[in-house]
């Protein structure tokens, strides 16, 4: 178990509803990042926080996407309006940031399905 | 923007026999690191390589770092059934933002006992 914890694992929605997923990172971990991951596919990078503060998003969270970390511990990823498109498996993954290490720890997913 | 391929995409061996994936990347790295997935599982670290031609062992797994590092390579030995998942490198670039790492498609492996 690597201590990164997801929810929920699966999520099965209509098209057009919105969905929710939360990610709780090891504790002690500043870094937390999410990426989708589509069968067959490596996981793309979505967007990634140090603490609270969003630092990058991917050309690929579109305006229906949002992410929060509001306390600097566990994320929400929040998808307005979903489309089938979205139907994939929705990784975090969280590290905690010293020189030279750089290892993410991944958390078990949330998969989603959008009918 | 920066590219990674990884080669295979697939591989069938049979228990036993050795496995190698490759991994290439359109530009230089600062490190690369390897994932290993099992089926329906999620991305486990295995190794992060950080030197020029570095070369790290972890049992049956040999792990290389190209001299120009921009490739790097995974050899089994002896492959076992529980190596059985999808393999991915994992780039960091100097061209990229600080923290944002690519995954390459990675390499499904497949041991028939």
């Known amino acids: 178990d690597t201590g990164v914890s997801q929810n929920p694992r699966h999520k099965i929605t209509k098209r057009g509803q919105n969905v929710t997923f939360r990610c709780d990172p090891i504790s002690e971990h500043n870094r937390l990042y999410w990426y989708r991951q589509t069968l067959g596919q490596g996981p793309e990078f979505l967007t990634y926080f140090q603490n609270e503060a969003q630092l990058e998003k991917s050309r690929l969270l579109s305006d229906r996407f949002s992410a929060e970390r509001p306390k600097g511990s566990f994320s929400t990823l929040e998808i307005q309006r979903t489309e089938q498109g979205d139907s994939a498996m929705y990784l975090c993954?969280?590290?905690?940031?010293?020189?030279?290490?750089?290892?993410?720890?991944f958390g078990p997913g949330t998969r989603l399905l959008v009918l | 923007g920066q590219q990674v391929m990884q080669i295979p995409q697939y591989q069938h061996v049979q228990e036993g026999e050795d496995f190698t994936t490759y991994c290439n990347s359109s530009t230089t790295l600062s490190n690369i690191q390897w994932y290993k997935q099992r089926p329906g599982g999620h991305p486990v670290f295995l190794i992060q390589?950080?030197?020029?031609?570095e070369v790290k062992k972890q049992k049956r797994l040999t792990f290389q770092f190209g001299e120009a590092k921009k490739n790097s390579s995974l050899h089994i030995t002896a492959t076992q059934t529980t190596d059985v998942g999808t393999y991915f490198c994992?780039?960091?670039?100097?061209?990229?933002?600080?923290?944002?790492?690519?995954f390459g498609p990675g390499t499904s492996l497949s041991v028939i006992p």
């Open positions: 993954a969280s590290r905690f940031t010293a020189l030279g290490e750089e290892t993410q720890y």
């Open positions: 390589l950080v030197k020029s031609g």
């Open positions: 994992v780039c960091s670039s100097y061209e990229t933002s600080y923290d944002k790492v690519i």
